[in-house]
């Protein structure tokens, strides 16, 4: 259960809640130029684009959730249960595992366009990566500073849609998630309007300031969480200053993050925000907060030698820092 979104002010930024019971001890991982991809079915990729984002790294193998080349390309991967279909290898096709998918992308594509072209030749393959870390059903979102794109295997094939709204969530398809937000065409932002009795004297008046996005889904669905973020996304003010747009990047993600407690995961688990990203993608600058530490973290990518060939992570800061005044 995650939520992604795509937003752009002076700068395009790109990020996500990631929300489960559990943690793989992931880490800002930063894959330099020169660091060698081996493909389960295809040729190895010895030199690439750089890229950034949050990896669990397996056997020296970078498995991103979401992940920003230094062209500011950016893909987030999902969960989509019981939606996702693989299949076995194809003649003829691109077969990429689903963790394989985004460095396959960001490897050689530096607009959603380029990586649109790619995914026509794309087989997604029911491969695991090992016996200890099985596939995860997952569909991505794929964003530039001019547009995002939806992927989705299911079992009818491999179905990519225009994201005009720039926000993805799980289940159902992305086709029904976007058709669903005409169910909230009255929501505003502005003062409520009486349109209850129109031809009678019967009177209704605002009582409480809000009132026009009454109406808006507050529960964790994913259906809801996609509503709320597009609505707090698209009425969302912009700022001047790199502050003040990560901010309120994180205040649109705080609208669908989930609290432990509220989504129960099992007994006595819980799903929760294990923790929130915002990637500046023309600076390479990966913000981050996760669960128990709300401060805003940062990790450069062009700090860092980016001709190498050996990855370079950054353990979470996980524990509450709190600044006292006094």
């Given at each position: ?37 081996r493909f389960r079915k295809i040729e190895k990729v010895e030199s690439h684009f750089a890229m950034i984002g949050m ?272």
């Amino acid at each position: 259960m995650c939520t992604a979104i795509s937003f752009k002010s002076n700068d395009h930024y790109f990020g996500r809640n990631l929300d489960l019971e559990y943690s793989y001890n992931e880490t800002v991982t930063i894959t330099p130029r020169n660091y060698v991809f081996r493909f389960r079915k295809i040729e190895k990729v010895e030199s690439h684009f750089a890229m950034i984002g949050m990896a669990y790294i397996a056997d020296g193998y970078p498995l991103y959730y979401d992940a920003t080349n230094e062209m500011g390309l950016s893909i987030a991967a999902l969960n989509f249960p019981k939606n996702a279909h693989y299949k076995p290898f194809r003649e003829g096709k691109d077969n990429i595992t689903p963790f394989e998918l985004i460095p396959w992308i960001l490897c050689r594509c530096a607009t959603v366009n380029e990586a649109e072209k790619l995914l026509k030749r794309i087989n997604i393959l029911n491969e695991n990566f090992s016996e200890q870390l099985p596939l995860s059903p997952l569909h991505w979102i794929i964003s530039d500073k001019e547009r995002s794109i939806t992927l989705e295997s299911v079992k009818s094939g491999i179905n990519i849609y225009d994201n005009p709204v720039g926000v993805l969530t799980n289940n159902p398809t992305f086709d029904y998630q976007l058709f669903n937000l005409n169910n909230y065409i009255s929501l505003s932002n502005d003062a409520a309007q009486n349109k209850f009795a129109q031809n009678n004297d019967f009177k209704l008046e605002q009582y409480s300031r809000g009132m026009g996005a009454m109406g808006l889904p507050g529960d964790f669905s994913s259906m809801s969480r996609f509503v709320r973020a597009t609505f707090v996304k698209f009425n969302s003010v912009l700022g001047k200053s790199e502050e003040e747009n990560v901010g309120q990047f994180f205040h649109i993600l705080k609208t669908v993050e989930m609290p432990r407690g509220c989504v129960k995961a099992g007994e006595d688990n819980y799903a929760i925000t294990i923790y929130s990203s915002c990637c500046n993608t023309e600076r390479g600058i990966y913000y981050y907060t996760t669960y128990g530490n709300s401060q805003i973290n940062a990790v450069d990518m062009h700090k860092e030698n980016l001709n190498s060939n050996t990855l370079i992570a950054y353990p979470l800061k996980k524990q509450q820092l709190i600044m006292y005044q006094n």
